[in-house]
């Protein structure tokens, strides 16, 4: 079976399933594999669940019509994503970087949903999975579509554009994560700067925070820059921090009327997410009341700079992400934050390979620059380690210390990266 007929057969069943526990009634079931599952030895198991076809490439040991055998699952999935997105002529918005990527992606589809019919990324699930997943997801009736993108080595983005074919595309930052796979913040650039090299090849237009000179300097040649950042030379849309003591506020300075925006989000950090949303609003003919209103209602989730009340202490819970570049806005930022009772507790960054041991070592004498009540530093990367830190080896451990604490009146910073689970401390 060819993509032309798959894809008439997802025209009648357009739903799509990888994980046969989530199977619906009439699903397509894409059978993949990855290090320890097998999705191929669940065909039948879809089909008793409802699913309408299997499309498979092993044997499965079963005869049955509804089967349908290609030579690739994962490679037949992102081709039937291409083929689906190449039936739309509506703008679609990629965007990627080292941090905020998650955040800048909700505010920009609260913006634009606030007017038109606008699909996006769920979550961040933002890989060779997801991304050709959310494509298919995508209806008749979709005026934008927002695609995030994630990326951990170089030609992965360079893939993620031959079946998403953006139209637009933002990069957020390039910051030192996933130091293991890309092998330096050199191609860390580089594979960021995948997306800006399908903009350049193919017409494209890329909104650019001009406050980076590297994001600058790896724009140049595309056709089309809509520039935005902190300073009102040489951008169309610019914006400063009004307050960042509690939640941050905005004025818009350049570009919109809008003047004044109260988010539900904490830090500075936050602001180029804000600006690139104003930006993106503005530029689609968004109204300006609705592009404030969108952004003051936006609560974050997931565990991603999310305030939280406990009795009388303030709850900063960041534990989905992190990395050297975006501990470093976390710190700096709490520390100018209103508060004298603060509290640090951080867990270990992952994916850093060789570099590990010496950026921990960096975030330790960064942490020792500012004054804490506590600091509690989580896994095994923290190293010889000053004795006013509280050192735990997992998060189980540094759980039962809080547990044990009585604190009133307090400030807490707790994040870490996702697989730390540093959320399980309040559970």
């Known amino acids: 079976m060819d993509i032309t007929e798959l894809y008439e057969l997802y025209l009648q069943h357009p739903s799509v399933e990888t994980d046969t526990r989530k199977i619906k009634r009439g699903d397509l079931f894409f059978a993949l594999k990855g ?102 997801k995508i209806k008749k009736d979709a005026a934008f579509a927002v695609i995030e993108m994630g990326a951990n080595h170089l030609r992965e983005i360079e893939g993620y554009c031959t079946y998403t074919l953006p139209t637009h595309g933002l990069i957020t930052n390039c910051g030192k994560a996933h130091l293991e796979g890309f092998g330096g913040e050199a191609n860390i650039k580089k594979g960021k700067g995948e997306l800006y090299d399908h903009l ?26 809509i520039k935005y950042g902190t300073s009102n030379d040489e951008v169309a849309f610019a914006g400063q921090i009004k307050n960042q003591t509690g939640f941050l506020e905005v004025v818009i300075s350049k570009g919109a009327a809008i003047k004044e925006i109260k988010t539900q989000l904490v830090g500075g950090y936050n602001l180029p997410n804000v600006l690139a949303a104003v930006a993106v609003g503005k530029t689609f003919s968004i109204g300006e009341d609705q592009i404030r209103s969108a952004l003051q209602n936006y609560t974050p989730s997931n565990s991603r700079s999310q305030l939280i009340e406990k009795g009388s202490n303030k709850i900063i819970l960041d534990a989905y992400n992190a990395n050297p570049s975006s501990m470093k806005v976390a ?31 960096k975030l330790v004498e960064l942490i ?38 009585e604190f009133n009146d307090s400030m807490l910073l707790i994040k870490g990266s996702r697989s730390m689970q540093m959320e399980k401390i309040l559970d």
């Open 35 to 136: 290090v320890n599952f097998n999705g191929n030895h669940y065909a039948q198991a879809a089909l008793d669940a409802g699913a309408s076809f299997c499309i498979v490439d092993e044997a499965t040991g079963h005869v049955n019509e509804k089967i349908i055998r290609v030579n690739d699952s994962l490679q037949t999935l992102q081709q039937l994503a291409k083929k689906h997105r190449e039936q739309f002529t509506i703008p679609f918005i990629a965007i990627t970087g080292s941090n905020g990527k998650t955040t800048t992606k909700e505010l920009i589809h609260a913006v634009l949903s606030s007017t038109y019919k606008t699909y996006t990324t769920s979550g961040n699930l933002n890989n060779h999975i997801g991304v050709p997943l959310t494509i298919l």
């Open 200 to 225: 350049r090849k193919h017409n494209g237009c890329a909104f650019v925070l001009w406050d980076y000179d590297y994001l600058r300097e790896m724009s140049a040649g595309i056709p089309h820059l």
């Open 368 to 405: 020792q620059q500012h004054n804490w009540q506590h600091i509690v530093l989580v896994g095994n990367d923290f190293k010889d380690l000053p004795k006013n830190i509280v050192h735990f080896n997992n998060v189980a451990d540094a759980k039962e210390w809080y547990a044990q604490q």
């Open 331 to 361: 710190v700096e930022n709490f520390a100018v934050m209103s508060g004298a009772k603060k509290i640090l507790i951080l867990g270990g960054m992952m994916e850093l390979g060789a570099e590990s041991l010496e950026e921990h070592k």
